[in-house]
C-alpha cells in the first residue's frame, strides 16, 4: 500500500449581494465570499489538498476563474470531479481534516451538516471527514470579518 498526503489552503473575501457557502451548505448571513464560483473555501481547501496529494496543481488549474463555464458553480460539483480523478489515477482518499476560520458567524450548528454533504460526494463514511471551526481572535483580515479561510489535510491511498 502506498500512501499520499496533501494540504489545501483557501480564502475569500466577504461581501455583500452574495450567499455564504461552506462544505456545500448555505448559511444564514449578511455576508457572502467573493470568488468566480460559489466561493466555498472548505470545499476549495479540500480539493487543492487531494491535488496536492498527487502532485496534480490546483483548481485554479481545472476550473480557471476566467472561463466562464465556471461562473457560480456549485463547488460540491467541483469537488465530485477531483474525486473522480483521484480515483481514476488509482487512488482513494482513506480521511479529510479542515478547519474554517471565520469571526462570524458561529458555525458549530451547521458542521454536522457540512460532514455529511461532503462525505456524500466523496462517497465516504462521515467519520471519514472532519470539519473544525475557530476564530482569529479578531487579528488579520480574516479577525476583522474582511474574509473567510480555511485549511485541509487528506490522507490518499493506493486502491
Not at 480564502?11 to 465570499?33: A, N, Q
Not at 481514476?88 to 458549530?108: F, Y
Not at 457540512?114 to 475557530?134: F, N, P, S, W, Y
Request: glycine share 10%; hydrophobic share 40%; aromatic share 4%.
Amino acid at each position: 500500500m502506498s500512501i499520499r498526503i496533501g494540504n489545501g489552503y483557501d480564502i475569500h473575501r466577504l461581501t455583500t449581494d452574495r450567499k455564504l457557502i461552506l462544505g456545500g451548505v448555505e448559511i444564514s448571513h449578511e455576508l457572502g465570499l467573493l470568488g468566480h464560483s460559489d466561493a466555498d473555501v472548505l470545499t476549495h481547501a479540500i480539493m487543492d489538498a487531494m491535488l496536492g496529494a498527487l502532485s496534480l496543481g490546483d483548481i485554479g488549474h481545472y476550473f480557471p476563474p476566467t472561463d466562464p463555464k465556471w461562473e457560480g458553480a456549485d463547488s460540491l460539483v467541483l469537488l465530485s470531479q477531483v474525486n473522480q480523478l483521484v480515483l481514476d489515477k488509482g487512488w482513494k482518499i482513506v480521511n479529510i481534516d479542515t478547519v474554517v476560520v471565520a469571526e462570524r458567524p458561529k458555525l458549530k450548528p451547521h458542521i454536522e451538516k457540512m460532514r455529511e454533504k461532503i462525505a456524500g460526494v466523496l462517497q465516504l463514511e462521515c467519520d471519514r471527514v472532519g470539519v473544525k471551526a475557530t476564530t482569529n481572535e479578531k487579528l488579520d483580515a480574516v479577525g476583522r470579518e474582511e474574509g473567510i479561510c480555511a485549511y485541509a489535510v487528506v490522507l490518499l491511498e493506493t486502491k
